[in-house]
DNA sequence: GATACGTACGGTAGACTCAG
DNA sequence: CTGAGTCTACCGTACGTATC
């Protein structure tokens, strides 16, 4: 990807307009500020700011968005600082990054791409059921797909592009048993991956290191009861909240255990 | 053409501050 | 005292630009 024009990374967006992305970060705030230090927050919103022009994009150089927290309010932050605020946002899923080259291949700035909110709450109960009573996981395939082409992500010239790997193809970092689960359901490396990423943030958030397959299996099981009865409209999206349901009593029971052992 | 310097990136080590 | 948070100062890579 070559840097350019930030208008010329509008297919990023994953946000309508700038009053969609300001709803998203909220929602995001809301949900991850505790993970941020006072320095990290200072660079994050100056990130935000400098992602407003294009909802959501970012194309300016860390020197850039580091010299204007100093110029700001003299509450200035470090390189390192801005450079740690990242690899957290990455880890929690706010956002991605992708490196850009000038025209002879050399690295030039970044960009960074915010996604949006994942967390979707609870069908009600006068939701629509206008889904077909038989399954609907294939929709979840197309969404992901869909996403692939929108994205801009994926080089014209990409091996492979138009292919679907099948689940053999997952990621080792995916764990053996989650991967043989959802290939029953998915046979497709990259909705495979793409659940397990939910997973590793969601746990990441409540702070889970033990017993994180066996927690994701049993999410995956509510989804696809869920799916069956027609009820869920987006897959990701109702995954990754009975996934934060699930390890937030997890925390919660854990929570409990210990301050009971240190009595 | 050769050289020096600048600009990007990711990464690490060590030192400092401060709260608990 | 300890650990977390933060900063500065390095390293290496790859290329562009300015100067001699």
Redesign the pocket.
């Known amino acids: 990807m070559q840097i350019g024009n930030i208008e010329s990374f509008k297919h990023l967006s994953q946000f309508t307009d700038t009053r969609d992305f300001n709803n998203n970060i909220e929602q995001w705030m809301l949900d991850i500020k505790a993970s941020f ?4 927050l200072v660079a994050l919103k100056r990130l935000i700011r400098f992602s407003a022009k294009v909802a959501g994009i970012c194309t300016a ?3 850039t968005i580091v010299s204007a927290t100093h110029k700001a309010n003299g509450t ?6 801005f ?2 605020m990242i ?1 957290k946002a990455k880890k929690v899923g706010l956002l991605l ?1 992708r ?1 850009t080259t ?9 960009v960074y791409i915010f996604n949006r909110f994942y967390e979707q709450p609870e069908p009600s109960k006068d939701d629509k059921l206008n889904q077909p009573k038989t399954s609907n996981l294939p929709k979840a395939n197309n969404q992901t797909n869909n996403k692939r082409k929108t994205d801009g992500f994926y080089k014209q010239n990409e091996i492979g592009q138009n292919t679907i790997l099948d689940a053999s193809f997952t990621s080792e970092k995916v764990p053996l048993n989650f991967t043989d689960f959802v290939r029953n359901f998915y046979d497709d490396n990259s909705i495979i991956e793409e659940y397990w990423k939910l997973v590793n943030i969601s746990a990441y958030k409540h702070d889970i290191t033990e017993n994180i397959t066996e927690t994701a299996i049993k999410a995956f099981k509510v989804l696809v009861r869920k799916i069956k009865f027609g009820k869920v409209n987006n897959t990701y999206g109702y995954y990754y909240a009975v996934l934060n349901r699930k390890f937030r009593k997890k925390y919660l029971v854990d929570l409990f255990n210990d301050a009971w052992d240190t009595n």
């Open positions: 230090t006072k320095a990290e150089k860390i020197g200035g932050i470090s390189r390192s600082t450079k740690r690899i990054t490196e000038r025209k002879n291949g050399s690295k030039s700035s970044n």
